[in-house]
């Protein structure tokens, strides 16, 4: 019988070892899995690399997207693991397992690493863990339905706005103040301010505070 090899990476252990339990523990029809599990982004980027260096690939790589790094002012992350397995390891399917359902941290990993599933953790049981295996080894890709709603909301959505805008619009909605904002865009606070205007125009917002603004991009899917 087939097996398919697959590498869980997270910052927290518990949570890929649930995944080995339970995946390993399913009678498939066609094949039968061996889960590898990596804690921490430096042990997960060993492995990807080790294994796009071998004749026997990870099948799937499970990764979430928040990886504390050993250094805490170096910020890497799942979505760069995932840029890195798309190097190395090209055949290997990317699925990402994460706590982040907003649409701005979604389709950024869309648009980087082009993932062959999406599943936000608050919707992982059992029936979809298994079910995210099967659909991604026969035909991906496996999204979860908060994963879905996202990438549909910023599907339907005709308006274009660049990155620092829509950097602007998410440090906004975890309520980070504008003159803090300034400096994580390499931008003076009347840039941000006058951004911020831009934005409410664009809405079609004629009056309202920041979390008038907030409200809105969320509904068109830019948080």
């Known amino acids: 019988m087939e097996t398919i090899r697959i590498l869980a990476i997270d910052d927290h252990e518990m949570t890929p070892l649930g995944y080995k339990y339970i995946l390993e523990g399913t009678e498939f029809e066609d094949f039968e899995v061996k889960v590898d599990v990596a804690r921490g982004f430096e042990l997960g980027k060993s492995k990807i690399e080790t294994s796009g260096r071998s004749s026997i690939?990870?099948?799937?790589?499970?990764?979430?997207?928040?990886?504390?790094?050993?250094?805490?002012?170096?910020?890497?992350?799942?979505?760069?693991?995932?840029?890195?397995?798309?190097?190395?390891?090209?055949?290997?399917?990317?699925?990402?397992?994460?706590?982040?359902?907003?649409?701005?941290?979604?389709?950024?990993?869309?648009?980087?690493?082009?993932?062959?599933?999406?599943?936000?953790?608050?919707?992982?049981?059992?029936?979809?863990?298994?079910?995210?295996?099967?659909?991604?080894?026969?035909?991906?890709?496996?999204?979860?339905?908060?994963?879905?709603?996202?990438?549909?909301?910023?599907?339907?959505?005709?308006?274009?706005?660049?990155?620092?805008?829509?950097?602007?619009?998410?440090?906004?909605?975890?309520?980070?103040?504008?003159?803090?904002?300034?400096p994580l865009i390499s931008a003076a606070i009347t840039t941000v301010e006058s951004r911020k205007r831009q934005l409410k125009t664009l809405f079609g917002i004629d009056s309202g505070n920041d979390l008038a603004l907030i409200e809105e991009a969320r509904k068109r899917g830019f948080i």
């Open 57 to 182: 690939h990870y099948d799937i790589i499970l990764l979430d997207i928040q990886l504390f790094p050993t250094h805490l002012h170096d910020e890497r992350s799942g979505e760069d693991l995932g840029k890195l397995a798309r190097q190395v390891s090209p055949d290997s399917k990317v699925v990402f397992m994460s706590s982040f359902s907003d649409s701005y941290k979604i389709n950024s990993v869309f648009k980087t690493v082009d993932p062959d599933g999406y599943m936000v953790k608050s919707e992982i049981d059992e029936k979809s863990l298994i079910a995210m295996v099967e659909t991604v080894v026969a035909n991906p890709p496996y999204y979860t339905a908060g994963a879905l709603a996202a990438v549909r909301r910023k599907m339907a959505n005709d308006i274009v706005i660049d990155e620092v805008d829509k950097k602007i619009l998410f440090n906004l909605s975890i309520g980070i103040r504008t003159k803090d904002i300034a």
